[in-house]
């Protein structure tokens, strides 16, 4: 299916907000294929809507995970977890940091921990023309969003190359789960407008659950805030006015997840999102590397592009959580989460360890689909590929 759709400035009525609002510009594709979701059978909808699975994928760890599972509990060693459960979140997190350290073997030997690969995803990876779509939710400063879109889409493309098989490239770590076809990455050049936050209120945050990160894409969607993409990626972007209920902050900082996109009538099954978000200072310790001096003096800013790529290296490679993933149900980004190699002073002050397009980043490392140890630690975790 073709959908025919200006990406040079389109401008659509959102009905429900009763004012006109920007499409998304400066992807430059003009004719749009959703090919890349696996296309379903046909239902009566007249309007785009977006839905969610009933699992997301065990989230980004928080830096300060701490303690021990509770005696008893049952992990679930797949890639994902029951949407909502934050419980189940939390006690996977902890368990899967006690039993995942790799043996400390030579540099070029293979992991003592590898990450495997497994049959019964519907996709397997999600490869080609990756439309990466955020969705703005909540109350965002025009300054400050329009800033994450510049330093998000700056680091996503990678100096606007898109193809992640492309010298310098921060995604260029998952070419060896890819053997052909490798994904070509797009992001808007300008920020679409935001959603409004709604719902339970809790010390004055908005309080989005799993399910409610869908919904608020679909919000989008029906109202032309954003359009259906090429092969969509979209990523919930909340405000510091609300939190992903679920555990952020306690027990993740990011997660992904798969949904059914319809458009008019055809259903597209195993379309993925990623939701992550700005928040309130107290969580700098769970989910920011350094809650000063960093790489673009905004320290939520800077802790969110690598919680991002982190969660593009496991929706690409594992979009359906049942692909690529290790024997405690570990994705291959969770397999380095919190480990950055080599750093530089950045501009402020502290740490960085890539430089694109003029802006520096501090960026986890990746880990790598033949399983060859990188460093001593016994990971085979690379930032990228030189």
Request: hydrophobic fraction near 40%; charge should be neutral; proline fraction near 4%.
């Amino acid at each position: 299916m073709i959908l025919g759709v200006n990406q040079t400035g389109r401008i659509a009525l959102n009905k429900n907000f009763g004012k006109i609002v920007a499409g998304f510009a400066g992807v430059g594709i003009t004719l749009l294929s959703l090919q890349g979701a696996a296309a379903g059978e046909n239902e009566k909808k007249s309007e785009n809507d977006f839905v969610g699975s009933s699992i997301r994928s065990h989230g980004h760890p928080i830096a300060n995970l701490a303690g021990a599972p509770s005696a008893g509990t049952s992990q679930n060693q797949n890639s994902y977890v029951n949407n909502d459960d934050a419980n189940a979140e939390l006690e996977w997190q902890k368990w899967n940091k006690e039993n995942s350290k790799a043996a400390l073997v030579a540099v070029g030997s293979t992991s003592t921990s590898p990450i495997l690969y497994h049959s019964t995803g519907a996709l397997h990876v999600y490869s080609g023309a990756v439309q990466i779509i955020p969705v703005w939710v909540g109350t965002w400063d025009a300054t400050r969003k329009a800033n994450w879109n510049r330093v998000l889409g700056n680091l996503v493309t990678s100096l606007n190359s898109g193809s992640i098989n492309s010298v310098g490239h921060v995604l260029n770590t998952n070419l060896g789960y890819f053997p052909s076809n490798a994904p070509t990455l797009s992001w808007p050049s300008a920020a679409s407008s935001t959603i409004p936050a709604t719902g339970t209120l809790k010390s004055g945050i908005y309080q989005v659950s799993d399910a409610n990160v869908a919904t608020y894409i679909s919000t989008a969607l029906k109202n032309n805030v954003v359009i259906p993409g090429v092969k969509p990626l979209y990523v919930y972007l909340g405000a510091n006015n609300t939190r992903l209920s679920s555990g952020f902050g306690t027990a993740y900082c990011g997660w992904h997840s798969i949904g059914t996109l319809t458009v008019n009538t055809t259903k597209y099954v195993n379309t993925p999102y990623i939701a992550i978000q700005d928040f309130q200072s107290n969580y700098l310790s769970a989910c920011a590397k350094q809650s000063t001096l960093s790489p673009n003096g905004d320290a939520q800013l800077d802790a969110m592009t690598s919680v991002l790529i982190h969660e593009i290296d496991e929706a690409l490679t594992d979009p359906d959580l049942r692909t690529w993933y290790d024997a405690a149900g570990a994705e291959n980004a969770d397999k380095c989460a919190w480990t950055f190699g080599p750093t530089f002073t950045n501009t402020y002050g502290g740490l960085a360890n890539v430089t694109l397009g003029g802006l520096q980043y501090l960026i986890q490392r990746n880990w790598l689909a033949n399983n060859l140890v990188t460093d001593i630690d016994g990971k085979a975790c690379l930032t990228k590929l030189p």
